[in-house]
């Protein structure tokens, strides 16, 4: 079965919704940057534009998550409280902290957002 076939297709726009709802998920409960960020790439591997990326969060969650949005694809960390962005030191930690704890893949990105262990 080739790429190009009806049933590869939709499996692949199914994935790409569920990876969008994903990220509307993440910012709406306002998770922590690490997790936004993974989400981000995933979708960037689906070869999505980063504008068009801001103006669907921007019509689904609203301007605040499309600023976070925004600050996040630009490489800045930021916190979801609106609070300072964390120092480089900050961020280096939280970041060695999640690969810690092992939440790596799909399953544990989801875990993470509905909050199971």
Do not use: H
């Amino acid at each position: 079965m080739s790429d190009k076939s009806p049933e590869m297709t939709e499996i692949k726009t199914m994935w790409s919704e569920s990876l969008l709802e994903t990220l509307y998920v993440v910012l709406r409960k306002e998770k922590e940057d690490e997790m936004v960020q993974e989400v981000i790439v995933d979708l960037r591997a689906k070869e999505y534009d980063d504008e068009y990326l801001i103006n669907k969060v921007k019509k689904k969650v609203g301007p605040a998550a499309a600023t976070r949005m925004e600050a996040l694809l630009a490489g800045k960390a930021t916190s979801a409280d609106g609070a300072k962005p964390l120092s480089q030191a900050d961020q280096a930690r939280a970041n060695a902290a999640a690969k810690k704890r092992g939440k790596g893949g799909l399953v544990g990105k989801i875990k993470g957002i509905f909050g199971g262990d």
